[in-house]
């Protein structure tokens, strides 16, 4: 029988200003790469102007531990969980972290997020992993 899998998704905005905010996600996706894959941690995040969701994936005890740094990181305003749980099998298998950044959020992707900081619940927690999904490429170093 296959392991389950802990999966963590949340949203925050970042508290940085705009000016230089890609190079400082740059270097956050680099180090995280490096960490997740030594964690066996997988997953996928999603950046927009102001706003990341992320979808982390792995053993419990890494899961959590990444989530609390998340949580205590001054960078990050608002951290709203949106699904913890065992899930049996990963979405994102190979990837230490997909990644997607855009400027400009369209009307729905601003829903998503205006929902997500308003509800959580599954059907969330599905449109926002929906979004990370679709939305990231795999962009290993």
Known sequence: MPTQVHQI???SRMR????????????????????????????????????VA??????????????AKICAD?????VTLLRRREAPR??????????????????EISGIFAQAFAAQNDAVADAVTDLIKNSTVR???
């Open 16 to 51: 940085s200003p705009m000016v230089g905010r890609k190079a400082e996600i740059d270097a956050i996706v680099v180090v995280a790469r490096k960490r997740n894959a030594s964690a066996q941690i997988t997953g996928g995040l999603f950046v927009t102007r102001d706003i």
């Open 9 to 11: 998704v949340y949203c």
């Open 74 to 78: 001054p960078r990050h305003d608002n």
């Open 54 to 67: 992320q979808l982390l994936e792995g053993p419990i005890d890494a899961t959590e531990h990444i989530y």
């Open 139 to 141: 962009l290993e170093m």
């Open 90 to 107: 990963r979405i994102f298998p190979t990837w230490a972290m997909g990644f997607a950044i855009t400027a400009d959020a369209t009307d």
